[in-house]
């Protein structure tokens, strides 16, 4: 509870990945992928209550052995690729009933986050009465050299305006998601011109969607473990 606001963390974590097969329960530095998000969502002092969202009994097990709570199994329409977060999360909401404030949406892909970064986050959210914040991260690519090719080739540069350079560009991160309840409800997203960013340390924002995110991820646990506490 924050401010006495309660709040719900939803993890969700599908089985059916096809860049990595079996991706949520791949061992990563010598744990299940999932484990690391479960285990950095459990130490956060604001949220009332952890569960999953999953339609694999292989992640449910995982979850259940780490203390995750999973009081529902995932339908499968709800498991594909096409299927939306925000439908996921509206149907772990009706799954447990209402009595939450705010929802925290954390995907087992950024193993790196922090609890500080969730509580950080959610802080933000209740405090500045944001209907939502979602975590960024500063662009390494600059938008004035990104370029769009026509069907020749030809480029254009729609970023570029009159050659004065973009500073301080932020792209999501994908690492977590707050959002006032009743304000999902009504809209059935985590976005608006309203959304307050929370920033995180590129170190902490590894998302991993492809082998080559996976092989980075290994490389700095290898090498920067002292900067992933978790």
């Keep these: 509870m924050y401010d006495g606001m309660r709040i719900l963390g939803i993890i969700p974590a599908r089985g059916g990945s096809k860049r990595i097969p079996g991706k949520n329960v791949k061992p990563l530095g010598g744990k299940p992928l999932i484990a ?38 995932r339908p499968m329409h709800l498991a594909t690729d096409e299927a939306r977060s925000s439908d996921v999360v509206l149907h772990a909401i009706e799954e447990i009933g209402g009595g939450y404030d705010y929802l925290v949406l954390l995907q087992p892909t950024s193993p790196f986050r922090s609890w500080e970064d969730i509580d950080g986050a959610i802080s933000l959210c209740v405090d500045s009465q944001a209907p939502s914040v979602v975590s960024v991260r500063e662009a390494r690519e600059r938008p004035d050299w990104m370029c769009v090719l026509d069907p020749r080739g030809r480029m254009s540069f729609p970023y570029n305006r009159g050659g004065e350079p973009l500073r301080r560009v ?30 995180m340390p590129w170190w902490r924002s590894v998302d991993i969607d492809t082998m080559e995110d996976w092989l980075l991820a290994e490389f700095m646990l290898d090498r920067f473990s002292g900067l992933l506490k978790g």
């Design 36 to 73: 690391w998000t479960v285990e950095c969502a459990l130490k956060s002092r604001y949220m009332d209550r952890l569960i999953l969202s999953s339609e694999d009994d292989e992640i449910i097990k995982v979850a259940l052995a780490l203390g995750c709570e999973v009081p529902f199994v």
């Design 170 to 199: 932020h792209i999501l991160n994908g690492a977590v998601y707050v959002v006032n309840c009743r304000w999902f409800l009504d809209n059935m997203t985590f976005m608006s011109e309203s959304t307050r960013a929370f920033e």
